[in-house]
């Protein structure tokens, strides 16, 4: 883990970097649609959209505690109640499906709803039909922000979809690749432990910044 520590100076360096993987004609070109599925994610969305014109936004989603442990992510929630569930988890823990249906159902009342109409001003998310989309994290420890986005967005049948995040376990990478149509990163880590050791400098992002961003959004 000590190769990797700090190497990434922040989310605009990590942009910059990657430019050089993702085919950024072919973003201009085809109009992909920016989805970041993290408020970090977000602000590296915007980094990576940069002078292009394309459309941005974010996917809300809440994270799932276990019960006994609220360290512990076992499900996750998305803006059309979507759920994925880490059943590998839930059938060790011995969790009830009732609970997680329960906590999914209060978490997108109380905070995926509230996000809407802070930050969109109640705008249900676009329709991602027939588009290009690039889904976009600083980094991930598990991959479930990510998997939840693609339930949610592959539902919607678009034309293609991609992963952008610049650093990721090398298990996830292998778990992901199945459902995105490529996915482009910097650094796979085997031992990989969290994403903000990874960065030197990792900014909270505050509210009037989501909304400044939301609202430089240009729709195509």
């Excluded at 002078?51 to 998305?78: G, T, W």
């Excluded at 839930?90 to 997108?108: C, L, M």
């Excluded at 298990?171 to 459902?179: A, G, H, N, T």
Aim: net charge negative; proline share 3%.
């Amino acid at each position: 883990m000590k190769q990797y520590k700090n190497i990434l100076k922040d989310r605009e360096d990590a942009a910059r970097k990657l430019h050089d993987v993702i085919p950024m004609q072919r973003f201009k070109d085809e109009n992909w649609r920016l989805i970041a599925v993290s408020k970090g994610g977000l602000e590296l969305a915007y980094h990576i959209k940069g002078k292009y014109k394309n459309s941005i936004d974010i996917l809300f989603s809440e994270a799932i505690m276990a019960p006994n442990n609220h360290e512990c992510e076992i499900a996750r929630v998305c803006e059309g109640e979507e759920i994925v569930i880490n059943e590998n988890l839930v059938s060790s823990f011995g969790i009830k499906y009732d609970y997680i249906y329960g906590e999914a159902h209060r978490k997108h009342e109380e905070r995926i709803l509230s996000s809407i109409y802070k930050y969109r001003k109640g705008r249900p998310f676009t329709s991602m039909h027939n588009q290009i989309v690039l889904l976009v994290d600083e980094g991930t420890e598990t991959g479930l922000k990510f998997v939840t986005a693609l339930k949610a967005i592959l539902a919607m049948k678009p034309k293609a979809i991609y992963i952008a995040v610049p650093i990721l376990p090398s298990d996830v990478l292998e778990f992901l690749e199945p459902f995105a149509d490529s996915i482009f990163f910097l650094h796979k880590i085997d031992d990989y432990v969290e994403t903000s050791l990874y960065y030197e400098e990792l900014e909270k992002i505050g509210e009037e910044r989501i909304e400044k961003i939301l609202g430089e959004k240009s729709e195509i």
